[in-house]
């Protein structure tokens, strides 16, 4: 692809993002991060991201900017000259300024996924997870591979955490229950004990 930008006499003036829509499927290595696509731990929600667009984005660097796939939407516009019509505004951010260099700015970051009721939020170092009837509080900076559950120990984090997740979650529209998510559960994957096998609902 790279080879037939520059064919084109384009290459400098394009942006190119290698990133992925879903984490490692089953037989993949995760490391250091726990779970897989489909999953909310580390592992199912970290994916690749790495960009070239040349005198804007400096070659081998760096940034700790959380994001999300959404946020390429305003980016793009951006790097066009233009921006979101503000009846539709997006729900990503402009990351311009962090591809430039700019230091990364605080967001909160909210998923549900149907599959096992998980439920997540991320604020700074702190992660709140539910999957099933368990939750959990990680510093998935300290602790990325999301073993030590700080849930007690750091109480009053997991309890504003889980007062803004569900405060976002009323915003949103109601699952529909005859949604269909996959997963993996213990009669597939031997680390996955107490998760109940995929179940599947016929759409109609």
């Avoid at 959380?66 to 951006?78: E, G, K, N, Q």
């Avoid at 979101?84 to 997006?90: I, L």
């Avoid at 803004?164 to 998510?181: F, G, I, Y």
Wanted: charged residues 25%; aromatic residues 8%; contains cysteine.
């Amino acid at each position: 692809m790279l080879a037939a930008l520059a064919r084109a006499g384009v290459a400098d003036n394009t942006i190119v993002i290698f990133t992925s829509d879903n984490t490692g499927e089953r037989f993949s290595d995760t490391w250091p991060f726990s779970g897989k696509k489909t999953e909310l731990l580390e592992g199912g929600v970290r994916i690749p991201a790495i960009v070239r667009w040349p005198g804007h984005v400096r070659a081998g660097s760096t940034s700790d900017q959380m994001t999300m796939s959404m946020d390429w939407l305003p980016t793009f516009l951006a790097a066009a000259g233009t921006a979101p019509d503000p009846s539709s505004p997006p729900d990503g951010i402009n990351l311009r300024p962090q591809l430039a260099g700019i230091p990364a700015v605080a967001r909160k970051l909210f998923w549900r996924y149907k599959h096992n009721l998980q439920q997540a939020m991320h604020d700074g170092d702190w992660k709140w997870l539910k999957i099933l009837d368990n939750t959990f509080l990680f510093n998935v900076v300290d602790e990325p591979l999301e073993r030590a559950n700080l849930r007690e120990r750091r109480r009053d984090i997991y309890d504003r955490l889980v007062v803004e997740w569900r405060a976002w979650n009323a915003t949103m529209l109601p699952l529909d229950p005859m949604s269909c998510t996959g997963g993996f559960g213990s009669n597939e994957l031997a680390d996955h004990m107490g998760a109940p096998g995929r179940q599947r609902v016929p759409l109609r």
